[in-house]
């Protein structure tokens, strides 16, 4: 099974500061997809962003951007001008498009935004 | 419409207690998922549907017994739970591999409690 690591537990930062979750995967795979989910204190689970691996250019959405190293098995997310909103746990995953319908979440990484 | 519902929102249940959780989709999505999630954790993999058939079952206790009546509905039958089953069940659907889009999609999840 692909392992996905979240090594920071919590982060905190400043409004409208910029703050870097990072993400690290195992997998002898080429082809595959990863994702940032946020989920906010007792509330859904949404989609962040989504990468595929076979594509070079990094995805942006809005205020999240991420940083895409594929031999680095690295994938993290930037959001830049952070909001209240923005505090929630965010969790990274894997997709294997040969391994049937799987997703491999990261532990999870609890953002706090300070006014 | 990108939405997945979840009923009922929350469930308090005794040990000796059937109930069911129910979820729906109507994305086309032919992937269908049951996770369990504690609080800040990431969530656990329960089942998967695939074409309305059990494709994966992570090991579950007997005692949650899955049902896909249909490609836009996913049960979960609850008998004789006990205490430290209380958590959030969430429900997710996606599209199977090889399609344009892969990403899951979330239910806000039903909050269950065990007494």
């Known amino acids: 099974a692909q392992t996905v690591t979240q090594s920071q537990p919590e982060m905190s930062v400043q409004e409208a500061e910029t703050v870097t979750l990072s993400c690290t995967y195992d997998?002898?795979?080429?082809?595959?997809?990863l994702f940032w989910y946020k989920q906010p204190p007792s509330r859904q689970m949404i989609l962040v962003i989504r990468?595929?691996?076979?594509?070079?250019q990094n995805a942006t959405e809005n205020r999240f951007s991420v940083n895409f190293q594929k031999a680095a098995k690295s994938f993290s997310l930037k959001i830049s001008d952070s909001q209240l909103g923005d505090a929630a746990m965010y969790f990274c995953?894997?997709?294997?498009?040969?391994?049937?319908?799987?997703?491999?979440f990261g532990t999870g990484t609890s953002l706090t935004v300070i006014p | 419409d990108t939405e997945v519902t979840q009923t009922p929102k929350h469930l308090v249940m005794g040990m000796t207690n059937k109930k069911s959780l129910k979820c729906e989709q109507h994305?086309?999505?032919?992937?269908m998922y049951w996770y369990k999630q504690k609080a800040k954790k990431p969530p656990e993999l329960m089942f998967v549907?695939?074409?309305?058939?059990?494709?994966i079952n992570e090991s579950v206790p007997s005692r949650f017994s899955p049902e896909c009546p249909n490609s836009s509905l996913l049960n979960l039958h609850l008998h004789a739970l006990q205490p430290e089953d209380s958590a959030l069940y969430l429900c997710?659907?996606?599209?199977?591999?090889?399609?344009?889009?892969?990403?899951?999609?979330f239910g806000p999840g039903t909050r269950l409690t065990v007494t």
């Open positions: 997710a659907s996606s599209h199977l591999p090889g399609t344009a889009t892969y990403e899951q999609y």
């Open positions: 997998t002898s795979e080429s082809d595959y997809y």
């Open positions: 990468q595929e691996a076979y594509k070079q």
């Open positions: 995953a894997y997709r294997s498009p040969n391994t049937g319908n799987q997703f491999y």
């Open positions: 994305m086309g999505h032919r992937a």
């Open positions: 549907y695939s074409y309305e058939k059990l494709s």
